[in-house]
């Protein structure tokens, strides 16, 4: 990302409708059925999984391209290696478990045996964030973007709906490189419905303008910041609304411009508030010395539980409401 | 290459380590002479390799899992022509190639970056399962540490390989009984190994692995093996070559000063003269 490079300004006009009655469809199946295109069009691609094909949705490549399918078992700190060897014979691999077990598990694997070397290993988790739901904490991977964001020459991409993350997908293969992708287990509404959306890699995206405070959220959170901007509206607050897709590379020129217009920003993800984007715009704000405040809303300093994920993602502040609630005190309004 | 040749290269091969291990005031001479033989052999006689086309996509691959035996594959990858003989003394000298574990972004002939423990077998698993859905008939050689073997991934990715029938696999286990802590029954034992590679569906064979007739010997009967990956457990002496070094522990991880440095080059020069 060059500081001086444009970021293009899109403001999704059509949010009238509630998020309630829009298509919803989960980021891990974006992933599979994207992975069988790509699949189709390069012979290069080998998927690597887990015993968790059917979660991931990676079943749907293996069904036609069995002999490109490698399930490594319950072994992942095994399988990141074998997809670094893979990639050293000039294969692109890409591999899929939970988040919790394709980060936090295999992180020494996955920094000594790809990132080191800077092989071309794609590694696409699923079930991130409190939205795995009912199996709690132990699966609720908080600390997936922070831990991949440590990774030097890691590319770090958390796609917030099915358009987006069919695309990230598509991008990922593209570059050379080793690349994280944060997908999810819960459907979220379909939101990039502009015809003239396009994923830029490192390009945070514009879903609406305002004027006193701006809301930059990745993953599911970017559909529930629109919500709440509207919700901001009718309290009188007028609030940016910024999709930052590309974890790392960050899009610095976006923030700086609305750090320069709104001067506080809040941050918005299904992720520990420690690493992840707020760290990371907290990062730029600072160095690029705007002057701005920012608030962090995320999972602050505590483990997820056992609940249905629209439940648990209320409870922690995660919705609509409670993103509102949160901004309006901070706001003082 | 006839086996005193072989020897005699092997002996060179320790010759420079411990000038390369000398010159760096740290390293591991102790694991770099017991696995020498072996890697000398691979790299003279074994491999299907070129080192003037280093990238050729179906030429056998090497893993060094044991990543810290990294001197006596760079003796042996310059002695081979990867890069010149006289660049070993800058092993671990800051902005040197020669890294104190190898990393294949820097240093020419480096098939994987290791140096972390357990983690080279996967990825020669990896290499193995890419090179036979290429239809190659290139081999994956993968050396280990006995210690090493003391790392869970190591045995998931023995599992993937035995229930894969990686034929093309052979794993190399550098048995000299040591680790840093001293013999392995004092640590936390590997053993039974034959036993234990079989049971994950391996042929094993085993061989002094600092005798060269042997070692090539092994490889010879390794050729006739089929279905399974292959595991070798190679016997070897520590530090071997080196009078003080071998089968002492204490020698797993630190250089000779400069009086032990003389007694060491004298012993291996000894020794290449009476290989003659």
Redesign the interface.
């Known amino acids: 990302m060059t500081k001086n490079s444009k970021w293009r300004c899109r403001i999704w006009k059509g949010w009238a409708k509630k998020l309630d009655n829009t298509k919803k469809i989960a980021t891990r199946e974006s992933y599979g059925k994207t992975l069988l295109e790509l699949g189709r069009e390069h012979e290069d691609i080998m998927v690597l999984d887990a015993d968790l094909a059917a979660s991931t949705k990676t079943s749907v490549f293996r069904k036609e391209f069995p002999d490109r399918h490698i399930n490594c078992g319950i072994a992942e700190s095994n399988m990141m290696g074998v997809a670094a060897g893979l990639a050293t014979c000039g294969f692109v691999p890409f591999v899929s478990s939970f988040a919790m077990f394709a980060t936090a598990r295999p992180y020494e694997q996955i920094r000594n045996s790809i990132a080191y070397p800077h092989l071309n290993v794609k590694i696409c988790a699923s079930h991130a964030g409190l939205s795995v739901g009912e199996d709690g904490a132990t699966h609720q991977c908080i600390e997936d973007i922070a831990l991949m964001n440590f990774m030097p020459g890691m590319t770090v991409i958390s796609p917030s709906d099915d358009i987006e993350a069919c695309a990230a997908v598509r991008a990922a293969y593209a570059i050379k490189g080793p690349v994280y992708m944060r997908l999810g287990r819960l459907a979220v509404p379909v939101i990039n419905t502009d015809p003239s959306y396009k994923f830029e890699l490192g390009k945070g995206v514009k879903l609406r303008d305002g004027s006193d405070v701006t809301l930059i959220a990745t993953g599911l959170e970017v559909a529930y910041a629109v919500e709440a901007a509207e919700m901001l509206k009718a309290a009188g607050i007028s609030a940016s609304v910024i999709n930052i897709h590309t974890i790392k590379p960050i899009d610095r020129d976006i923030i700086v411009s609305e750090a320069a217009k709104t001067s506080k920003i809040v941050t918005i993800e299904e992720h520990s508030t420690m690493g992840g984007l707020g760290s990371s715009v907290a990062d730029v704000l600072c160095e690029e010395g705007t002057g701005a405040r920012l608030l962090k809303i995320g999972v602050d300093n505590c483990f997820g539980e056992s609940g249905p994920a629209l439940e648990l993602l209320h409870k922690f502040g995660l919705d609509a409401e409670g993103i509102t609630a949160s901004v309006r005190k901070w706001l003082g309004k | 290459m006839e086996i005193r040749e072989l020897e005699k290269k092997a002996n060179d091969v320790r010759l420079r380590l411990i000038e390369a291990v000398h010159s760096a005031k740290c390293g591991h001479p102790g694991g770099a002479l017991s696995s020498a033989d072996i890697i000398t052999y691979l790299y003279f006689q074994e491999m299907n390799i070129d080192p003037k086309n280093p990238d050729k996509?179906d030429r056998d691959?090497f893993?060094l899992s044991k990543g810290h035996s990294a001197p006596a594959l760079y003796a042996a990858l310059a002695y081979r022509g990867y890069f010149p003989v006289e660049d070993l003394i800058s092993l671990r000298h800051t902005g040197s190639y020669l890294q104190g574990h190898p990393?294949?972004?820097q240093t020419p002939g480096i098939?994987?970056?290791t140096?972390?423990l357990?983690?080279?077998?996967?990825?020669?698993?990896?290499?193995?399962?890419?090179?036979r859905?290429?239809g190659y008939s290139s081999r994956v050689f993968c050396l280990m540490g006995d210690g090493e073997l003391e790392e869970?991934?190591a045995w998931?990715?023995f599992?993937?390989a035995g229930?894969r029938k990686l034929d093309n696999l052979i794993v190399i286990v550098d048995n000299n009984d040591l680790q840093i802590d001293g013999h392995l029954d004092e640590v936390c034992s590997p053993y039974p190994l034959v036993e234990k590679f079989e049971a994950f569906n391996f042929n094993v064979l085993t061989v002094d692995g600092n005798d060269m007739a042997a070692v090539a010997d092994v490889f010879e009967k390794a050729k006739g093996l089929s279905g399974k990956p292959v595991a070798i457990i190679a016997k070897t002496v520590k530090g071997k070559g080196v009078s003080f070094m071998e089968n002492d522990a204490s020698w797993h991880g630190k250089a000779p000063n400069d009086e032990e440095f003389e007694v060491a080059m004298q012993d291996l020069e000894r020794l290449g003269e009476k290989i003659g």
């Open positions: 996509d691959r893993v990393d294949m972004k098939d994987m970056s140096g972390s357990g983690q080279g077998i996967s990825a020669a698993c990896g290499m193995a399962v890419g090179l859905h290429k869970g991934e998931e990715a599992m993937f229930y």
